[in-house]
């Protein structure tokens, strides 16, 4: 939400900013911050979380995201602005860490994964109502001042967690209740890879869909806004898919959602017409929409109630850090003399298909090996 109330009133704070130096810079900085926190600081959200609890950091990191999300209501000054930006991402990764967190303390088994699948739901589609409504409030006498009003939405989700956690104790840990050998780190540091390439793949699609859809002709900004829009259900309903593909598939979800990720990606420059690249896309992102509860309730379930916060605060600053990755490696592949986007999305794929491979083979010999363990046991 914290990007996303900007998005259309970026064209509003060039013209308000025009006199800041170095402005191409720093209005879209006014946009990335956020997340550059999240990136940065999920590992010591998670570690405050792990120390003294998640209900009360919660409420209070909501409440801030509010007051500062919505502070440049009352400023004019862009330097006050950007700080206030600066803290109201230090607020977001707090209550975006521990309430993951909190889904992982609360519930077990199916019930965590309908939790954490809801949450993922929620965030994918916020944009389609936070969107309107922040190009709404610029529309008004507020200008573009009144899309901040939207952060004091804050405020309402602070009273729902109170009220819902209310004689629920989500105490501290301590060391003495846990020790470093019961955590498995190294599986950890694995997975924020996995996470991370995976990460790439997610952003990929919905960042860059706007400039494949223009190589195939479509050149209205309104256009693809709407075909983007419609590529970007693909999101909520994979995520709203989750639970009945994870009891289906089990430990070959995750190799089939990169097999079908793959397969889109390498199929898009063989249709570089609108249609078919809006189909393509649609499925795609319902793949990455499957993908992000199927990480995230790995590290929920895997992770000692005594340190969970700190592993999903490096699985969220991977995840994150895929975001700007994936800007990184598509401007690396379009550096390459002939290189389209929907090259760009080839290499990808193919990326995909052979970390689906290798996924599908693993799961495989891990059953073909206890189905041999079960008709063969070992005598004592």
């Not at 996303?4 to 209005?27: M, Y």
């Not at 990720?261 to 420059?269: E, R």
């Not at 017409?273 to 499925?283: K, R």
């Not at 891990?366 to 008709?375: F, G, L, M, P, V």
């Amino acid at each position: 939400m914290s990007a996303i109330v900007l998005v259309p009133i970026v064209p509003q704070l060039f013209q308000q900013f025009a006199g800041v130096k170095d402005a191409n810079f720093w209005i879209p900085a006014l946009v990335a911050v956020p997340g550059l926190c999240t990136a940065l600081l999920s590992p010591l959200a998670g570690y405050l979380g792990d120390k003294i609890g998640l209900r009360w950091p919660i409420v209070i990191s909501l409440c801030l995201f509010s007051l500062f999300g919505a502070m440049p209501l009352i400023l004019n000054d862009f330097g006050t602005i950007l700080a206030s930006r600066i803290a109201l991402g230090v607020s977001q990764v707090v209550a975006l860490v521990l309430s993951i967190a909190l889904i992982g303390q609360l519930y077990q088994g199916a019930p965590r994964d309908k939790w954490l699948a809801i949450q993922t739901v929620a965030a994918t589609s916020s944009s389609l109502v936070v969107l309107p409504l922040s190009g709404f409030m610029a529309g008004t006498a507020l200008g573009w001042h009144g899309s901040f009003l939207l952060f004091l939405s804050g405020l309402a989700l602070a009273a729902a967690v109170a009220w819902h956690t209310r004689g629920i104790k989500t105490t501290a840990h301590t060391a003495a209740s846990h020790t470093d050998a019961q955590t498995p780190w190294a599986w950890l540091l694995c997975y924020c890879v996995l996470t991370l390439v995976v990460g790439v793949f997610f952003f990929t699609t919905q960042f860059q869909f706007g400039l494949a859809l223009s190589t195939a002709g479509a050149k209205d900004s309104g256009q693809i806004g709407l075909l983007s829009a419609i590529a970007a259900v693909g999101i909520m309903l994979g995520s709203a898919l989750f639970v009945q593909m994870k009891q289906l598939l089990g430990r070959l979800l995750l190799p089939c959602e990169l097999l079908l990720c793959g397969i889109t990606l390498t199929l898009m420059p063989q249709f570089p017409a609108i249609a078919p690249l809006v189909v393509l896309a649609f499925f795609n992102l319902m793949a990455c929409g499957m993908m992000l509860p199927t990480l995230v309730t790995a590290v929920a379930e895997r992770m000692p109630d005594e340190v969970r916060g700190r592993g999903l605060g490096l699985w969220n600053s991977s995840f994150t850090f895929g975001q700007f990755l994936s800007a990184a490696v598509v401007g690396m592949l379009l550096n390459r003399a002939g290189t389209s986007i929907l090259d760009a999305f080839a290499v990808l794929g193919i990326v995909a298909l052979t970390m689906s491979a290798i996924g599908m083979g693993s799961v495989l010999l891990r059953r073909s090996a206890k189905s041999e363990t079960r008709a063969h046991p070992v005598k004592q």
